[in-house]
């Protein structure tokens, strides 16, 4: 099996930093594309921030100059550094990758994580 399993979230008050995880286990093969959305309550899960399949970054406008996305050489771990948080920050995080492991008939299949609470407050 592969799971995903992020990290990291909590309370930090507007113009704080959190660094968010997110572990790729199980019986993988190899990595591929992946990145970071979140869910705001009442609205729909957005793109924060992704890997494409080739290694570049995107991110979308709302984050640009305050997240920053990274991970492991062997793309086990990824992370996202947030930086100067807003309250309009708050919502649950989910990290998403490609995998390819030896369940796929050697296609990357898309996993989710399970998601971290970030909530921004004074």
């Known amino acids: 099996q592969v799971q995903l399993v992020e990290s990291g979230g909590g309370l930090v008050q507007p113009g704080g930093s959190l660094r968010l995880s997110c572990v790729a286990s199980?019986?993988?093969?190899?990595?591929?594309?992946g990145g970071w959305y979140r869910q705001a309550p009442g609205k729909q899960r957005e793109s924060v921030a992704a890997?494409?399949?080739?290694?570049?970054?995107n991110y979308a406008d709302f984050v640009k100059g305050r997240f920053t996305i990274s991970r492991d050489n062997d793309k086990r771990i990824m992370y996202l550094q947030m930086n100067n948080l807003k309250p309009e920050d708050t919502a649950v995080y989910y990290c998403?990758?490609?995998?390819?492991?030896?369940?796929?008939?050697?296609?990357?299949?898309?996993?989710w994580g399970k998601g971290t609470l970030v909530t921004v407050s004074s």
């Open positions: 890997f494409t399949r080739s290694g570049s970054t």
């Open positions: 199980g019986s993988i093969i190899s990595v591929h594309a």
């Open positions: 998403d990758a490609d995998i390819v492991s030896p369940y796929g008939l050697g296609s990357p299949v898309e996993y």
